[in-house]
C-alpha cells in the first residue's frame, strides 16, 4: 500500500502514478531529491485512509523526521495519468506545502485525494481527449499521493530543456524565483528568466542562478537522456545545494496522443523534415498499424527510426506527420557537419540527391553536437554503421533468391495458427526478426544511391549533362533489367503470350502504390485486377524492348563520343559505370522483395483481426495494441471509432509540403487559402505563394529531352483512365504502381522527387523526358494547360494556360 522513494519496486511502478514513478526512479538513480514516499491507491477506501494504511504513514513520517529535524513536509498528487507525455495535469490536482503535524498530514492527504475529483481536472482531461468518449462514471482518475520532505528553498524554478514553443533542443528556457516555487506557479511574484544555450551550456540571466547554472545545466542533460527526451524540470536550490523536485515530459512536444492515434513529430522539436523520396512508397495517409511498424525499428543495436545509428540517440530520425512519412534532415546534417569544416549548407548539399535543395532562404535548424560528442558518438556510430551495412550488403543476392520461399512458408504458417498466443509468439520469434532484416538489407542497398550520385557528378564535368543523362539510361543494358521495370515488361510479356497470369502475380504481384501500407489490398489479392492492367495497357501497346532498346542506342552513341574525347579515363569510367549498374540493380532487386516481406506482415494482422473478432478495424491500432489483443487485453479497441475519425481526416487533406521546418498542424496549413505545397516553415514569416507569377517551374533534371504538350494532372492513380497517350503527367509523385502508364506519356513532372527517386530512374530507362522534385507543380499547372518540358535543366515553361 505504500512505498519509499527508495523501496519502490517495478511491480508498483504502475500503480504509483508519474509524480511518484518518477521520483522514486530518480531517488534510486542518486539524483539529490528530496526523501518521501508514495501512498499507493490500494491504501485507499474511496478517498479515505484505511486505518491500516495511516499506521504505515506514521512508520514512514516517523523514519523521515529522524533524518530531518525540521520534520516539514509536501503532500502532492500522483494520478496515474499524471505527469505523462500527452498530459502533465499541472496544477490541476491539489497540492499542499508546509505540513508538520500527523493531523495536518493526514487532512492534507485527503485534500490531496480527493482532489481528482475537481471540475477543472475533468474540463481538462476532456480538452486532452483522454477520457474521450467515456461517460461521467469513467471520468474520476485514479490517484496516488506523495509525501515528500520540504526544500526551504532559496531559489526555486523550472527549466525545460527544450523551447516549449518553438521546440528548438540548441536552447534550454527557464523561469526562477526567491523562496517556494509555489510562487512561481501561483504567479504572486514576476519570475527571472534564464536560457542555457547547448552544446556548451552556456548561461544568459540573473546573477544569482549563475553560480548554480553549471551544475543545473549538467543535471538537465542527464535527465533528458535518462527519462528519453525534454524534460520540464522543477528545481530549488538550499544551502548551495541544487535538488530536483519533479521532471516531466514536455507536453507540448508531445508527438502522439493514444485515443486518436494523431502522430505528429513536428512537434517534438524544430527540425528539417523532408518527405521527398518517402512519398514514393506511401503517397497516402497510413493507418496507425503502419505508423506503429516505422517507428522503432531495432536490428541489432542499430535503429534508423531514432539517431542511434549515427550517434545522436534520442532524436526522432523517421517521422511520422499527420499519417505521412518524413525524414529528419536536422540529424543527418548536424552529424556530417564536422566532415565539411561545420559548413551547414555543405553538408546539406552532399544529402540533395537523395532527398532535394533546401531553398538557400531556409535557416537550418541543428541539433546539438559537441566536439566531444562528435568525437566519442557521433563518428564512432558512423563507422559502425558503414561497416555493418557493407557487411550485411552482401547477403542481398541470397536473400533475393530465397525470400519468395519464406514468404510463402510463412503466409501458410499464419493461416495454420489456431491459437492467439501462439500467433503473438510467431510474431516476436520469427516475423519481427526476419522482417527487420529485410529492412536493413534494403537500406543497405540503397548505398547504391551514393555510388550513383558521384557518378553523375563526374559524368557532368566530363561529358556534359546531355551525355551524362544517356550514360546513365542504360544501367539495364550493363547488369541487368531492373526491379522497377519488371512488372511494366512482364505486362508486355503477358499480352503477347509468352507469360502467364499465374507467372506473373508471383513475380509482381506483391508491388504497387502503397506499398508501406499494410492495410493496402495488393495486387495478387485481386483476380480482376491483372485484367484491368492489361485493358489499359492495350490504349497504347508500345513496345517497351523496343524503347530500351532506344535507350541503349543512345548510351553506345554517347559512350562512343567519352571514349574519343577521354581515352585515358575509357577503362576506369567503364568499371565504374558497371559497377553502378549492378549496385542499382541490386537496390531495385532488394527493394522489391522486401516490399515482398511486407505481405508476411499484412497477412499477420489480417488473420490477427480475423482470431480477434475486429477484421480489418486491426489496422486501427499499433502493433503493440494487436500483439496485447492477442494475448486478450483489449483496452484498445474502445479507440477504434475515434482513430477512424482521424484518419478520415487525415485523408481529407491534401498531400502536405516537401519540406517542412518547425512545428506544423496539418489541419492549418490546409486551411490556409495561401499554403504553399512546396515547403512550410514555422520559423520564419508566411510568404503567401503567388501561383500567377512566373511561367517557369524549377525541378530536378530528371530524364534527358525536351518535349512540348498538354498536361494531364493527376491527383490519384485511380483516374489514369483520363491519360490520353502523348499527354505530359503531372502528378505529386510517382511510384512503381504508376510505371506501367509511362509509354504513354510525353513526360513526366512531379512536385515531390529527387534525382535518384522512381520517376527520374525508370523515365531516364524507357527515354522518356522527366522533371522531378518541383514542390508546387500541381497547384500551378491545370489539366489542359500548354507546357515545354526539358528535363536536361529541370525546368517546365508554361507556354499557355487554360
Not at 551514393?450 to 563526374?458: A, I, K, V
Request: proline letters at 5%.
Amino acid at each position: 500500500m505504500i512505498s519509499s522513494f527508495k523501496k519502490l519496486t517495478k511491480e508498483q511502478e504502475s500503480f504509483a502514478g508519474g509524480k511518484g514513478r518518477t521520483l522514486a526512479r530518480l531517488y534510486q538513480a542518486r539524483y539529490r531529491v528530496p526523501d518521501g514516499f508514495i501512498i499507493l491507491p490500494a491504501a485507499f477506501a474511496d478517498d479515505d485512509l484505511t486505518t491500516e494504511a495511516w499506521a504505515q504513514v506514521q512508520i514512514h513520517l516517523a523514519r523521515m523526521r529522524r533524518d530531518d529535524r525540521d520534520g516539514t513536509f509536501a503532500v502532492r498528487s500522483s494520478a496515474l495519468s499524471e505527469d505523462s507525455a500527452q498530459a502533465s495535469f499541472a496544477g490541476e490536482f491539489e497540492t499542499v506545502l508546509d505540513v508538520r503535524t500527523d493531523k495536518d498530514i493526514r487532512e492534507a492527504i485527503g485534500t490531496v485525494r480527493r482532489s481528482r475529483h475537481n471540475a477543472r481536472v475533468q474540463a481538462y482531461s476532456q480538452a486532452m481527449t483522454f477520457i474521450a468518449r467515456q461517460g461521467p462514471e469513467e471520468m474520476e482518475h485514479e490517484s496516488a499521493v506523495v509525501v515528500q520532505r520540504l526544500i526551504r528553498a532559496e531559489l526555486s524554478g523550472v527549466l525545460f530543456t527544450a523551447d516549449p514553443v518553438t521546440g528548438n533542443r540548441m536552447q534550454m528556457v527557464g523561469n526562477f524565483v526567491p523562496g517556494l516555487g509555489e510562487k512561481l506557479v501561483s504567479g504572486e511574484v514576476n519570475p527571472h528568466t534564464f536560457t542555457l544555450d547547448r552544446p556548451k551550456g552556456t548561461y544568459s540571466g540573473g546573477l544569482e542562478l549563475k553560480r548554480i547554472a553549471r551544475q543545473l545545466y549538467r543535471t538537465a542533460c542527464r535527465l533528458e537522456k535518462e527519462l528519453g527526451g525534454p524534460q520540464d524540470i522543477e528545481w530549488a536550490v538550499a544551502d548551495g545545494q541544487l535538488y530536483i523536485l519533479q521532471a516531466r515530459p514536455i507536453t507540448t512536444l508531445g508527438v502522439y496522443k493514444v485515443a486518436t492515434a494523431e502522430w505528429n513529430d513536428s512537434l517534438g522539436g524544430n527540425f528539417l523534415w523532408s518527405g521527398a523520396n518517402l512519398g514514393e512508397n506511401a503517397p497516402h495517409v497510413l493507418t496507425p498499424f503502419s505508423c506503429s511498424l516505422r517507428k522503432g525499428l531495432k536490428y541489432e543495436g542499430v535503429d534508423l527510426s531514432d539517431g542511434s545509428a549515427i550517434g545522436l540517440e534520442g532524436y526522432p530520425m523517421a517521422g511520422i506527420i499527420g499519417g505521412r512519412g518524413y525524414i529528419n534532415l536536422s540529424l543527418q546534417i548536424s552529424a556530417s557537419r564536422p566532415f565539411f569544416g561545420g559548413d551547414t549548407r555543405k553538408a546539406a548539399h552532399q544529402i540533395n540527391p537523395f532527398w532535394g535543395d533546401i531553398p538557400e532562404d531556409v535557416e537550418i535548424p541543428l541539433v546539438p553536437v559537441s566536439s566531444w560528442t562528435w568525437w566519442s558518438k557521433v563518428l564512432p556510430a558512423l563507422t559502425r554503421f558503414g561497416i555493418k551495412m557493407v557487411s550485411i550488403r552482401k547477403q542481398i543476392p541470397q536473400f533475393v533468391t530465397e525470400n519468395p520461399h519464406w514468404c510463402a512458408a510463412m503466409i501458410e504458417r499464419i493461416e495454420q495458427t489456431e491459437n492467439p498466443a501462439k500467433m503473438a509468439a510467431l510474431w516476436r520469434d520469427e516475423i519481427v526478426p526476419y522482417s527487420l532484416h529485410a529492412f536493413y538489407l534494403a537500406n543497405a542497398g540503397a548505398g547504391a544511391a551514393d555510388m550513383l550520385s558521384r557518378l553523375e557528378n563526374d559524368l557532368r564535368e566530363l561529358a556534359g549533362a546531355e551525355d551524362a543523362n544517356a550514360l546513365l539510361s542504360n544501367l539495364s543494358g550493363l547488369a541487368a533489367p531492373l526491379a522497377s521495370l519488371g512488372p511494366l515488361i512482364g505486362l508486355g510479356k503477358v499480352a503477347r503470350g509468352e507469360m502467364s497470369h499465374a507467372a506473373y502475380l508471383q513475380a509482381y504481384g506483391h508491388r504497387g502504390e502503397n506499398e508501406v501500407e499494410y492495410a493496402w489490398p495488393r495486387p495478387l489479392e485481386d483476380p480482376t485486377w491483372l485484367d484491368r492492367q492489361l485493358t489499359e495497357f492495350a490504349k497504347a501497346p508500345l513496345d517497351v524492348e523496343a524503347l530500351i532498346a532506344k535507350q541503349q542506342a543512345a548510351y553506345s552513341a554517347a559512350w562512343a563520343r567519352f571514349c574519343e574525347r577521354h581515352p585515358r579515363k575509357v577503362k576506369s569510367m567503364q568499371s565504374r559505370l558497371e559497377k553502378a549498374a549492378q549496385a542499382t540493380y541490386q537496390r531495385e532487386s532488394i527493394r522489391s522483395e522486401s516490399t515482398r516481406s511486407a505481405t508476411v506482415i499484412r497477412a499477420f494482422a489480417l488473420y490477427a483481426g480475423e482470431l480477434t473478432g475486429i477484421g480489418q478495424d486491426v489496422f486501427f491500432l499499433t502493433i503493440d495494441e494487436v500483439l496485447a489483443l492477442l494475448t486478450g487485453d483489449d483496452a484498445a479497441r474502445r479507440f477504434i471509432p475515434l482513430r477512424k475519425e482521424t484518419y478520415e481526416r487525415y485523408c481529407a487533406l491534401p498531400p502536405y509540403p516537401t519540406i517542412i521546418v518547425g512545428r506544423f498542424d496539418p489541419f492549418l496549413w490546409a486551411a490556409d487559402p495561401n499554403r504553399r505545397s512546396d515547403i512550410y516553415n514555422a520559423n520564419a514569416p508566411a510568404v503567401p505563394q503567388d501561383t500567377n507569377t512566373g511561367a517557369t517551374i524549377k525541378g530536378f533534371a530528371g530524364a534527358l529531352g525536351i518535349v512540348e504538350g498538354v498536361v494531364r494532372r493527376l491527383d490519384r492513380l485511380e483516374d489514369s483512365d483520363q491519360l490520353q497517350p502523348g499527354e505530359i503527367l503531372v502528378t505529386t509523385m510517382t511510384n512503381i504502381g504508376w510505371t506501367p502508364l509511362f509509354p504513354r506519356l510525353a513526360a513526366i513532372v512531379t512536385d515531390l522527387g529527387a534525382p535518384l527517386s522512381h520517376a527520374a530512374i525508370v523515365a531516364r530507362e524507357l527515354g522518356i523526358p522527366a522533371v522531378v522534385g518541383c514542390g508546387d507543380a500541381t497547384m500551378r499547372l491545370q489539366t489542359g494547360d500548354r507546357v515545354r518540358v526539358n528535363g536536361g535543366q529541370g525546368l517546365v515553361e508554361i507556354l499557355e494556360s487554360v
